[in-house]
């Protein structure tokens, strides 16, 4: 049988790697690409990791804030950069690799657009999922930026009565809520790690974390070494010491259509949507008009405020004001704000209205350039429930709805808004609920009491409070 030149070299080149060993340097070299191992610089869906661990807030006996107590050690954390901050970001990277080299159980998770431009800088496969998915995975929320930057975090959890703890670095213009600066983010992040873990003091052995703790092992006699923290190498804070939490409250907010029915649900989910863009109609089975006194449904919750305001529109706003079904005044202005007492030093702020401490519970009604130099801002109790109605001598016009700068829509005559405070206060395990929960950083003298030094300072530092003229 005659063979083709093909056959033959095809015959020639089996006979040459019959006759490799397989230590041959050349076989490796052949068969080098054809590695099983996984690319680890790679992007996963946030469904494959565990269920959230809700950390307990307990009461300290020296100070107003809460205690963070953790369960067992956070696993999911997800870190929000500032958006269009190439710095910030690099920031995240260095972040993220130091508590995946320190803590290698947690599970670093990203924003989609975020982890895209980061993953392939990191030698470990992150995470990612939409905000709809993330209630249930995220364990704590790392944020790097302004007060932009924790709204946006807040905003992914507007829809849920429960927020995952916020600690903040400050690299933002402002930084108003930020608590910490980015180059203490390793003892930040041990400090809200281990708070609640008791294991002993007498692990510590970092520089900065023993300055932030002063009980010795005699005066810590209860603490012992958790299970759940065994593998987590040297320092800690002991069982008296602990993350400070602020639960910042927020705003119940639903809007209604002309006959009374809430169409939270058709809101515009981003600030990207067009002011002027008209609502889609509510489908007939979901049209059912909410009783008065009726607990509100598919509440959005807001951190700093709900804005009324005329936009574009030549014309003021004309907005009827009721408050716990009383009219109160018809707002004759470019519009108005109902904020909280977080958002008193943001838009309100500009607008003239008052600065409330943090933990006031309270809400603030704030008019926006309005025509009566007589309409003064006014500070109303938590649980008051504040109706805005478009009067019909709007002539037609639609108006904006801004919810902490994001969602908007246009209403129209008859439609309003109902706006109440979420409550913050005990849940039936004996812990807090509601409120965004944000890690307050320890004041620098190491004083167990000061609950305002970030605020006071905020006020004097950033904001100038009362600041005298003519001094540089």
């Known amino acids: 049988m005659l ?17 490799l060993s397989p230590s041959s340097p050349s076989l490796l070299t052949c068969t080098r690409g054809f590695s099983a191992t996984t690319r680890r610089s790679e992007i996963l869906d946030v469904s494959a990791l565990p269920r959230r661990i809700r950390p307990k807030y307990r009461e300290r006996p020296t100070s107003s804030l809460l205690s963070l107590q953790w369960p067992e050690p956070p696993r999911n954390v997800l870190i929000i950069p500032k958006f269009h901050a190439p710095q910030v970001t690099l920031s995240a990277v260095s972040f993220a690799k130091h ?3 320190e803590y290698p159980t947690v599970n670093i ?15 470990f496969p992150v995470y990612a999922g939409d905000a709809s998915s993330l209630h249930e995975k995220i364990d704590l929320v790392a944020t790097l930026g302004g007060d932009g930057t924790i709204l946006r975090a807040a905003s992914l959890f507007s829809l849920r009565s429960s927020v995952p703890p916020i600690l903040s670095f400050s690299m933002g213009s402002l930084g108003f809520l930020g608590e910490w600066k980015f180059d203490e983010y390793k003892r930040a992040w041990r400090q809200v790690y281990m708070s609640g873990s008791r294991v002993a003091v007498t692990d510590l052995q970092d520089p900065h974390t023993q300055a932030a703790v002063n009980t010795s092992p005699e005066e810590d006699e209860d603490s012992h070494l958790s299970h759940a923290w065994s593998h987590v190498r040297g320092k800690s804070l002991g069982l008296t010491r602990s993350s400070k939490i602020l639960l910042r409250h927020r705003l119940k ?7 009374g029915v809430n169409i939270n649900n058709q809101l515009m989910p981003t600030s990207t949507a067009e002011p002027q863009q008209l609502l889609p109609p509510t489908p007939p089975a979901l049209r059912t008009p909410d009783k008065p006194g009726e607990p509100m449904r598919n509440a959005f ?12 529109n030549p014309h003021l706003a004309i907005i009827d004001v009721y408050i716990n079904g009383r009219f109160l005044t018809e707002a004759v202005a470019d519009g108005i704000l109902v ?4 958002g008193s030093t943001a838009y309100s702020l500009s607008a003239g209205g008052s600065i409330m401490h943090p933990l006031v519970k309270t809400l603030l009604i704030t008019p926006i350039c309005a025509r009566s130099l007589s309409f003064r801002p006014l500070g109303l109790p938590l649980d008051s429930k504040v109706v805005l109605k478009l009067s019909d001598k709007n002539r037609g016009r639609e108006l904006e709805v801004s919810i902490d700068g994001k969602r908007k829509s246009g209403v129209t005559i008859g439609m309003e808004i109902r706006v109440e405070g979420e409550m913050v ?10 409120g965004v929960p944000c890690v307050i950083r320890s004041p620098t003298n190491g ?10 300072g905020g006020l004097n530092g950033l904001l100038k409070f009362n600041y005298p003229f003519g001094e540089a």
Do not use: C, K, M
Not at 6 to 16: D, I, M, P, V
Not at 253 to 259: R, T
Not at 339 to 342: C, K, L, Q, V, Y
């Open 301 to 312: 919750h807001a951190i700093n405020e709900l804005v009324i305001h005329r936009g574009p």
């Open 3 to 19: 063979h083709s030149p093909l056959s033959a070299r095809l015959g020639l080149l089996h006979r040459r790697l019959l006759t």
């Open 253 to 259: 907010v639903g809007v209604y259509d002309a006959d």
């Open 425 to 434: 206060g005990r849940t039936p395990d004996g812990s807090w609920g509601g």
């Open 339 to 342: 904020s909280t007492p977080t």
């Open 109 to 123: 998770i990203f924003e989609r657009r975020v982890a895209a431009q980061v993953h392939e800088s990191l030698s």
């Open 447 to 456: 004083s167990s009491t000061e609950d305002d030094d970030g605020w006071v």
């Open 99 to 101: 508590v995946r080299q």
